[in-house]
């Protein structure tokens, strides 16, 4: 078991790593000399994601030689079979920082034996901290963090996100998108599964879903939600599975009925559709 003081120390470095890559970030602001596609039509990577998760690994590896590291840009690093696991987001919102709209973060977040215990993300353009160990609390720029107190979806404003494959597949949100936008006070979009986690745990918004997400883009969100009171678990309510690409978080309160209502919703492939695609050619043919 790691204890307090230990949580402390990792909680210390992943916030020194995430403050290091956000200050590249806000170095690199405005100032890109390349945007490239990383394979996937939207999946867009910069000299600023590199430059950041520089940095951050130079970090990360200066006070832990020897714990493993999964980072978007580099891949699998380190000791496979540490049971300490760095995941690295060092530009969460590329999309958005290439077009200079201001919603993007440094995620730094650590797994011990699988599970994430201590998360970093670094707004930088909004200057706000958020981080989070496990039983330490969760804390934006050393304030003591809640989530709301919203208990009715009526109410609510929630927030969720698009995967790079959406052209593409069924399962592509598009369908809970718009039944919680009828069922809410609004559905956002920020484009950051890091900060869109953040502004869960601070109260802004009251609940999150996304799928097609790596670990890292969630796994220091994840911390700051629970620490914060809420509650993050896979769409049915079971225990989260960072592989499985899916989140549903929320102030706990709404938890439940988020996710009866996401298990309910119809995949656009029950509508006769394979694709998204397969959808637009039959609206054209018309």
């Not at 718009?178 to 869109?196: E, K, Y």
């Amino acid at each position: 078991m790691t204890n307090d003081d230990q949580l402390q120390i990792f909680l210390d470095i992943a916030t020194e790593a995430a403050l290091a890559g956000g200050a590249v970030l806000q170095a690199y602001w405005g100032k890109l000399a390349s945007i490239e596609e990383k394979g996937r039509p939207g999946d867009l990577v910069t000299e600023a994601d590199k430059a950041a998760e520089a940095v951050i690994l130079k970090v990360v590896q200066r006070h832990f030689p020897q714990h493993a590291i999964l980072a978007e840009e580099s891949g699998k690093l380190g000791e496979a079979t540490s049971k300490y696991l760095w995941a690295i987001d060092p530009l969460d919102g590329t999309t958005n920082y290439a077009h200079q709209y201001p919603f993007f973060s440094t995620s730094v977040g650590l797994l011990i034996d699988g599970y994430p215990q201590v998360g970093a993300i670094f707004d930088p353009f909004h200057q706000e901290l958020f981080r989070a160990a496990r039983g330490l609390g969760a804390t934006c720029n050393r304030s003591p963090l809640r989530v709301s107190t919203s208990n009715d979806l009526s109410k609510s404003l929630l927030v969720t996100g698009f995967a790079y494959d959406r052209r593409t597949t069924a399962d592509n949100n598009y369908a809970e998108f718009c039944h919680f936008t009828h069922l809410t006070q609004g559905v956002r979009r920020s484009g950051s599964a890091s900060i869109d986690l953040a502004h869960v745990a601070c109260g802004r918004l009251d609940g999150y879903w996304e799928r097609g997400l790596s670990p890292w883009d969630i796994a220091a969100g994840v911390v700051i939600v629970s620490e914060a009171g809420g509650k993050v678990t896979a769409y049915d309510g079971s225990p989260l599975q960072l592989d499985s690409g899916r989140i549903l978080a929320s102030n706990g309160l709404l938890h439940a009925s988020m996710s009866r209502e996401l298990l309910q919703v119809p995949r656009l492939s029950s509508y006769g559709y394979a694709t998204l695609r397969d959808w637009q050619t039959q609206v054209r043919a018309k």
